[in-house]
């Protein structure tokens, strides 16, 4: 073959083709002209591998200049301000490490602390030092839950019925916590004999539900709270009203960050609770290392010294279930709960939404003395006559005692969620004020707030940040506040989420028409659309979406947010890994084993090989594995295996060096 034809082929000049040659082992001179053709060959798969390597140089460089830059950035900004006083679990917020890993580290240093156990502004200082955060002297004010206004008036209605002389012992109130889908629902369905996962969508619970069982002639009043990340709010208000709680936690899984979530609202309410260790029907199942979990987080198991309830359960096969319920009596019974059912009625809001043929309709926990039928009673800036009262079957009762849960019909308008009822007669100024509000907010007031807003800024600044305009419905109203709140967590500095309109019920023609003028997304949440808004809605070009899983619509609202701002690929180091036995070496897929170095390894991680510091190669992790398990990671130092794709023809002593790919805003 002729060289300057060769050269062509690989889009080089024939000059730098004879230059380069003797580095990659050919030697045939600066003056030739023909080569053999297979000679030819073996160039043009040396000067293919080369190029490789060139590329995987280039990309390397540009990894670590971009990690070095973002390092120096970071440490420029790693400032925080930490108040005189700060809990446990908001300090491992604050420097952004997992509070297991955190309540371990501390134990390392003599620090013996609790999630919500406080800790002075030194001794946080200091520990913000070894995380590499300069740490100032700031705010320490909570934000409180603006739902949560009735959170006082709970406490104080639960310490006056703790002292009543003239108190019954009344049924203990009770609230299931956990993470998602470590068995909640299926636990209750068990306690209770019904399928209500059947009934949701998706196999999560969407609604604060209450129900009342019988163990040992006694009753119980069960609070179910939904375990998806988008019901936090939710969670925390049945953490307010309950008296025990039961931590669900899977044997199979452990403890999740909702788990976490759940004990820090037990031990910020010093709710006495039961650890339900369920799925222990599953092959995975390991009780010992949720007991060693609870441990490192200062819950001592009972059977392993501690003070902590631990029982296994299968909500599945329906085992375990009278032993739990008989420790939940137990502990209600060493609280000794009491209540006098003969003041008037006191309770709390659980739910509350409009039904098409009953209008404002609410679900009510009594708290205090006894609510019947006929009553008038006061919710907040709402109130009503009672017309008539469900139990949670839905059958008609006349009245409501101490810790039971009914649905109650009468109301003028719809309550807020945790807001405190009391039978009270109405006064004349009150009926006057109150306007029937079966909308949250009005859509007149949004726009007007809208254009002051504008007003305010300026219309320069006012162009400078888009603006993602929607309209949310929802069929009740702790799901609407749930899926809001949950929504307002996805805003980004260069993108604004402005609510144009919030209410219960289907999705109505002025939504619809609202929704084309202003060029919004209607989101709707367990709900349809009316025949009108239908009917508009297929001549005009307004999005809508409708769905009955929460999280559905939130991966809908990311992917249009994503189109106001701009990305980029990130590439984020990981550890080393030192290839120290090949195993399997195909085309596909290729097992080797090894030690991991530097710092930990995600399963979920792609690498550069490197053989005599030089790259070689590229290619993408498929499992991790540790002692035979399945493992989401690797850590420092630990030996193990990995199953991987993309490159074979590996050695002994190869250096996988790895990294993520992460999407970031650019700013």
């Not at 009510?364 to 009262?389: C, D, P, Q």
């Not at 009270?424 to 009150?430: A, G, L, V, Y």
């Not at 035979?628 to 030996?639: A, R, V």
Request: net charge negative.
């Amino acid at each position: 073959m002729n060289v300057t034809e060769l050269a062509r082929q690989l889009r080089t000049t024939r000059a730098e083709l004879l230059e380069k040659l003797p580095e990659l082992g050919f030697d045939i001179g600066l003056r030739a002209i023909k080569i053999d053709n297979r000679v030819a060959e073996s160039i043009k798969r040396a000067w293919g591998e080369s190029g490789r390597k060139d590329r995987l140089r280039e990309q390397m460089a540009r990894s670590v200049a971009a990690h070095e830059k973002a390092e120096n950035k970071e440490s420029l900004s790693k400032e925080i301000a930490i108040p005189d006083k700060i809990s446990v679990n908001d300090l491992a917020q604050h420097l952004g490490t997992p509070v297991t890993h955190f309540i371990g580290y501390l134990m390392k240093n003599g620090i013996m602390a609790s999630l919500n156990e406080q800790i002075d502004f030194e001794t946080a200082s200091v520990v913000a030092e070894d995380y590499g955060f300069k740490a100032t002297r700031g705010d320490g004010a909570v934000r409180e839950d603006s739902h949560a206004v009735s959170s006082k008036a709970l406490r104080e209605i639960k310490a006056t019925r703790s002292q009543d002389v003239d108190g019954i012992v009344r049924p203990p109130v009770v609230v299931v916590m956990g993470h998602v889908d470590h068995g909640k629902t299926t636990l209750l369905d068990a306690i209770r004999k019904t399928n209500v996962v059947a009934g949701e969508s998706g196999g999560i619970t969407q609604h604060i539900g209450a129900y009342q069982v019988e163990e040992k002639g006694r009753l119980i009043t069960f609070l179910d709270t939904p375990g998806h990340e988008a019901f936090k709010a939710m969670r925390e208000r049945g953490g307010q009203v309950a008296d025990v709680a039961i931590l669900v936690v899977a044997a199979d899984d452990g403890l999740k960050p909702q788990t976490l979530e759940s004990i820090n609202v037990i031990q910020k309410e010093n709710l006495p609770f039961v650890v339900a260790i369920n799925k222990m029907d599953k092959p995975g199942a390991d009780i010992d290392r949720v007991k060693k979990e609870l441990t490192e987080i200062n819950l001592n198991p009972e059977d392993w010294g501690g003070k902590v309830i631990c029982t296994p359960v299968s909500a599945k096969k329906g085992e375990g279930i009278h032993e739990l319920l008989e420790m939940v009596l137990l502990v209600s019974d060493l609280e000794k709960f009491i209540a006098d059912p003969h003041k008037p009625g006191q309770g709390v809001i659980i739910e509350s939404h409009v039904d098409s043929g009953e209008g404002p309709v609410a679900t009510v926990l009594v708290h205090e003395g006894t609510l019947r039928v006929g009553e008038e009673v006061v919710i907040g800036s709402t109130f009503g006559k009672v017309k008539a009262l469900k139990d949670w079957k839905g059958e008609d009762v006349s009245e409501a005692g101490p810790s039971m849960p009914v649905k109650i019909l009468g109301l003028k308008s719809t309550p807020s969620v945790g807001e405190i009822l009391k039978v009270e007669k109405i006064d004349r100024s009150m009926r006057k004020k109150n306007v029937k509000q079966y909308r949250l907010v009005d859509t007149g007031e949004m726009h007007k707030a809208k254009e002051s807003k504008t007003e305010e800024k300026g219309e320069e600044e006012a162009e400078k940040i888009p603006e993602f305009l929607v309209i949310v419905k929802a069929d009740a109203l702790g799901s609407l506040e749930a899926f809001i709140a949950s929504l307002k967590k996805l805003e980004k500095p260069q993108v604004k989420i402005s609510i144009l309109k919030q209410g219960l019920g289907n999705i109505t023609e002025s939504d619809v028409q609202l929704a084309e003028d202003e060029n919004a997304v209607v989101y709707g949440f367990n709900v349809r659309l009316s025949q009108e808004a239908q009917r508009l809605s297929y001549n005009r070009k307004s999005e809508i979406k409708l769905s009955k899983i929460i999280y559905e619509l939130l991966d809908d609202a990311v992917v249009r947010l994503k189109k106001f701002v701009r990305t980029e690929i990130v590439e984020v180091t990981q550890g080393d890994f030192e290839v120290l036995k090949v195993f399997k070496d195909s085309k596909n897929e290729s097992i080797i084993g090894g030690r991991v170095k530097a710092a930990p390894i995600a399963a979920a991680s792609k690498f550069r090989v490197l053989r005599d510091g030089e790259p070689i190669d590229e290619g993408k992790i498929v499992e991790l594995q540790q002692n035979k398990q399945t493992m989401k990671s690797l850590k420092e130092g630990i030996e193990g295996g990995m199953k991987v794709s993309g490159m074979r023809g590996f050695r002994e002593g190869d250096i996988l060096k790895c990294y993520l790919e992460e999407e970031r805003i650019i700013s």
